[in-house]
Each structure stands twice: as structure tokens, then as C-alpha cells.
């Protein structure tokens, strides 16, 4: 019995030792990828959109606490890529690895359901995991530059607003579709795969034109988030969202297009306000109309249940025992009406 459980305990040390390897891994392309878009604010490199943060918050919601130290070998190798670490870098990792951190402790503390399913979900991953979460890393990332005479005390804020933001946009963006990909959001159903492929095509013209084209006409990829959001939820909203928001993200860098003859502030504002736009539009839109899914499919199940007692008592039957999802739909919908 021992030797059993030396096996086990054994085989659970390897996979989390391998769960953390591989959020490492991720961290450090991730981040790879995200300053592929950096932007300079104030003479400082910042990024827009900062993957990792959306890596570290997904990993800690799928796997647990226990992969955290896999988000600081991942910031030590993204620091380490960029420029030779000092001791100053612990101040660093420290901030990139507790943020995260307070996210998962947070959105645990306030039910925060993976899936997503509630617009309660989308809230709190909006205001607990991203905005609140991240003001720890980028007051660690921009009050060290300020101490150590990188950055100028009058250039905090506006280096610290970009910080955070981009820190933000990251958990909005990025950590809801790697809910999708890891399976905690539910399989995407593909039964409208004529709808899928259009609105995908939609979304190959429909943003670049917005984007790209001399006119500021941004707002041309709402109504197609809107759309996506309506018909297919986190899975393609999400990606429609991403996909608008990189895409701008490298125009920006460009300057080219809505973002042509403007300051670094200017092109930063503007990209910000957009990118927090899309991501708060695809990710409440897809929370709300899950969770109406879901209250209907409840609904309806406790009406049929219903109709079968109904049929049982006319003709003189004993009604058959409620099943437990009856019970538990009917226990569960007035709580979900009050939380709202």
C-alpha cells in the first residue's frame, strides 16, 4: 500500500512539474509574440496587448495555484531575452507573477465560473483579473524605473496607464479563448458551419478594411463582434476580438491609417480605448447570452418535467420522483436572479 502511494504521489510531483514546464513555455512565447507590437510611450517600450498576463491568469484557472512558479521562470526568460537580469529584475518577476496571482484569488473569492457562463463571470474577470489584478504589476514594473532613475517621476502615469492597460487587455483578450482551447468553456459546436465560414470570411474583409483603409472607420468591426457574439458566444467572439485587436495594434505601430499623423500619447489612447472596447463587447455580450441560454434550456426542462406529471395525474398515475436537474433548476434560478 505504501509502495501505492509512493506511485502516485510520485506521478502527480511529475505532472506538475511538466503542467509548470509548459506554462513557462507558453509565457515565454507568448511574450515573444506580444513584443512583436510594442509601442514606445515616454521613451519606454510598452505593449499594447500583453499576452503572458491572459497565459498566467488561464494557467492558474485551469491548473491550479500550484503552477505559479511556471509564470516566474516564464518572466525571468522574457526578461532574460531582452536584456541581462540584475536584482532589480526580482521586483519584476515578482509583480508579472503575484498580479496573476491576485486574479485567481480574487475570481475564486467571487465564484468566478471558467466557463464563463454568467454575466456575473463576465464582470469579475473584467474588473477583478484585469483591471484590479494588474495594477500590481504595473505599479512594480513602472515605480522600479522611477526609483532607479530609468524613468522620470512626471512620466509615471502616463508610462504606468500604457503598463497597466496593456497588462489588462491581455487577461480580456487572451485568457478567455485559452478557456475555449483548454476545454473549460465546452466543446464548439460546428452543426452552422455555413454561418461559421461566412462570418469568418466577414471578419478577413470587414476588419482589415476598418482598420487599414485612410478613413477612421473602426467602428465597422462592433457590429460584426456583435454578430459573432450573438450566434457563437466566447468561442468566435473572442477570436473575432483578438484578431481585430492585433491587427490594429501592428497598424498602430505603423502609424499608418486611423492612427496616421498622431503622437505616441495620441496612438496609444486611441488604440487603448479600442482594444477595451472590443474586448468588453465580446466578452459581456457572450457571458449575457450564455447565461439566458442557459436559464431557457433550464426552463424548458422543468416545463417538460412538469407537462410529464401533469399527463401521469390525469390519468390516474402516480407521478414519477422529479429528477435532480428539475430540483436543481428549481433551486438554483431564484439565487441566480438575486445575484443579478
Known sequence: MAAVWAKRRFRVSVEGALKTLAVAACYYVAGRLGLLGRLTVE?????????????????????????????????????????????????????????????????????????????????ALVFLGGLGAMLISATAGVGLQVLTGALDTGEFWSVWLAWWVGDAMGVLLVTPLLLVLAGAVGPLRTRRWKEMLFLGLAALIVVPVAVIGELSLLFLVFPLLIWVALRFQLAGSMLCALFASVLTTFEANRQQGAFFDLSAVEIMTKLQAFNGATALTALLLSAMVAEQRATRRSVQSACRELAEVLDHLAAGETPPEPSPGLHRSATTTPDRHRER
Not at 71 to 94: M, Q, R, W, Y
Open 43 to 123: 521613451g519606454v517600450v510598452v505593449t499594447p496587448i500583453w499576452p503572458p498576463t491572459g497565459v498566467a491568469v488561464a494557467a492558474l484557472l485551469v491548473y491550479g495555484a500550484r503552477v505559479w512558479p511556471g509564470i516566474a521562470v516564464g518572466s525571468l526568460a522574457v526578461i532574460s531575452s531582452l536584456t541581462t537580469p540584475e536584482l532589480t529584475t526580482v521586483v519584476t518577476i515578482a509583480g508579472n507573477t503575484i498580479a496573476p496571482l491576485c486574479a485567481y484569488l480574487m475570481l475564486r473569492r467571487a465564484g468566478f465560473r471558467v466557463a464563463i457562463s454568467r454575466l456575473r463571470d463576465g464582470l
